[in-house]
């Protein structure tokens, strides 16, 4: 069976996987990715059963035919947060001033794509409006998701690097840990939703799959992976 899923519902998805591979016999084929990204590939026409982006981009594309609109179910909703490696001193990003005064001592930040991915988009508008796009511009270090930020993040030399992108990301990431939200006047809450692609191969099981990831059986594991 082939899934097409945000980066954000990696970690809940690889979490189901052996129950469900184990409890059907199929084998799930899974792509993972910035939103924008992973549009563009079900446009493209690759093979996909179950699809989970955020739920305004489903709605859009069941208005296009893409997706069949009445299986579209909420996973729930994800807030864009500050991770640090494993180790570092936390720094304080509880206000605007706050994350100004984090990111001018950050040596590095590393983010999701700026064009193609909901956190990554809204981590330039954070940028805009606290005034300090081109003074950053030097250090900024875009993936082409958040698990490959979170990753270059674990991973990365400097001296004092800070990474923006969705809390389920940054929970899933090894290496890296949460240092919060972001401030209250920059916050994100992004709903995520799971639905059956119109031309599914395999619609029934597409369908028992998305009952298992939204349903009461993985609430547990939604709500420890950063879903709310």
Do not use: W
Not at 1 to 25: H, S
Not at 86 to 98: H, L, T
């Amino acid at each position: 069976m082939f899934v097409i899923c945000a980066g954000a519902a990696k970690g809940l998805v690889e979490g189901l996987r052996d129950r469900f591979e184990r409890e059907t016999g199929v084998t799930i084929d899974a792509t993972f990715g910035a939103v924008g990204a992973l549009k563009e590939t079900l446009l493209a026409g690759a093979p996909c059963d179950a699809i989970g982006l955020t739920q305004r981009m489903l709605e859009q594309l069941a208005r296009d035919g893409l997706v069949v609109a009445d299986t579209i179910v909420p996973l729930g909703r994800v807030y864009t947060g500050v991770a640090v490696r494993v180790g570092d001193v936390d720094p304080s990003i509880g206000s605007p001033d706050g994350l100004r005064d984090a990111l001018a001592a950050a040596t590095g930040v590393y983010f999701p794509d700026p064009d193609r991915a909901t956190a990554g988009i809204h981590f330039m508008r954070v940028l805009d409006a606290l005034g300090v796009r081109d003074a950053m511009a030097p250090k900024l270090r875009p993936y082409p998701n958040g698990a490959t930020a979170m990753a270059a993040l674990a991973s990365a030399t400097e001296a004092r690097p800070i990474g923006c992108t969705q809390v389920t990301e940054i929970v899933y990431a090894q290496g890296v840990r949460l240092v919060g939200k972001l401030p209250q006047a920059f916050e994100l809450a992004t709903v995520y939703a799971m639905a059956v692609a119109t031309r599914a191969a395999q619609p029934a099981l597409a369908r028992r799959f998305i009952a298992l990831a939204t349903g009461p059986e993985s609430e547990g594991l939604r709500r420890s992976g950063g879903f709310e």
